[in-house]
């Protein structure tokens, strides 16, 4: 095969997955062990750490820490680097709604549900972001980001899902991202983002649970029969994006989101 020829290979690939104990997050460490790479999970609660790494089994590690906290990146950076010896990519997962705090249609926004959303879902992905590049930066060789969008951020569901400071957070991530990319790629620096529909975590539980959200988003959804999504469903997505098959790809935007994007959908 000639050598400059993309490979997918992420045999010894180290990732930092903030937000990687559940959910999504933990499907991808786990493909990513799958794949001979290195995970090294952070989430906020060390039970769910604890089973996490027994799952994963010793190709990983990770510890404790607070998304929303400045220190978190910048620590679990480190530990990666000690514990792997290097660290080639970050994988922002971590995030949710801010709903239960006061989020939701404009009118009734409150500022503690704007600021617990911004910070839950902005403030945490720059600053994983910059501990992330300030390391590639200072280890000399290319690095890779990539963060967690959503389609509510381009594609609006009043109906169901009218929670607007989550939308504008999530927009922000995708214009944060494509700004940083523009900016590191002299230095084979890659960001991209995923965006994600409704996909079945700890977060969409009130969605799973409302009959009249679900037949709604089997319309909105319909590929595969139309369904809610499945955290394994974004793993494919994850990995190319995080492998060195993406190495010409950066600032861009993956819709994962089983057809929400391009179809009507239907109110029940």
Known sequence: MPSDQPSSDLAGLSVVIIGGTT???LSA?????????HPFIVGRSQDSLDKALQSLGPQAAGQTGDAASPDTAPAAIAAAAETFGKVDAL???????GRSKGDGPLHELTDDGWRFTCDLNLSSVIYSNRAAVQHFLAQGHPGTLLNMGSV????PSPHFFASHAYAATKAAIAGFTKSIASYYAPQNIRANVIAPALVETPMSKR???NDDIMRFVRSKQPLDGGRNGRASDLDAAALFLLSPASKWVTGQTLHVDGGWSITEGQIP
């Open 23 to 25: 959910g999504l997050g």
């Open 29 to 37: 460490a786990t493909a990513l062990v799958a794949n001979g790479a």
């Open 207 to 209: 969605a799973s649970e």
């Open 152 to 155: 509510l951020a381009s594609s």
């Open 91 to 97: 994988y922002h997962v971590a995030g949710g709604s």
